[in-house]
Nanobody
Framework: QVQLVESGGGLVQAGGSLRLSCAAS????????MCWFRQAPGKEREFQAG???????YYADSVKGRFTISRDNAKNTVYLQMNSLKPEDTAVYYC????????????????WGQGTQVTVSS
């Protein structure tokens, strides 16, 4: 079993920044691939960024150049630095543990956090 707890969401104006954190417990964190997804009201959950256990990163086209995913294995934590935020970034953000490789499909993930709300005002 893995427990994931996200934090760092909130309300921010367009153009602002937030850093999300996802603290993991219950499994050897340093050997798992991690991702961030988001889900806006009425929409499906979408892949945003992923990071392999070796540190290779992957991004959705919509966030390349604005979001940065990173991990601190000593703290069992993965981060999502979000800059130049837009109103369309408003969503609940979830971290997840990949079943295998980093993939964009929701079904590729075994464990999910409870989510943290990000709201970007215009």
């Amino acid at each position: 079993q893995v427990q994931l707890v996200e934090s760092g969401g909130g309300l921010v104006q367009a153009g602002g920044s937030l850093r999300l954190s996802c603290a993991a417990s219950g499994r050897t964190f340093g050997t798992v691939n991690m991702c961030w997804f988001r889900q806006a009201p009425g929409k499906e959950r979408e892949f945003q960024a992923g990071i392999s256990w070796t540190g290779i990163t992957y991004y959705a086209d919509s966030v390349k150049g604005r979001f940065t995913i990173s991990r601190d294995n000593a703290k069992n934590t993965v981060y999502l630095q979000m800059n130049s935020l837009k109103p369309e970034d408003t969503a609940v953000y979830y971290c997840a543990v990949a079943r295998g490789s980093v993939v964009a499909a929701v079904k590729g993930y075994d464990y999910w956090g409870q989510g943290t709300q990000v709201t970007v005002s215009s």
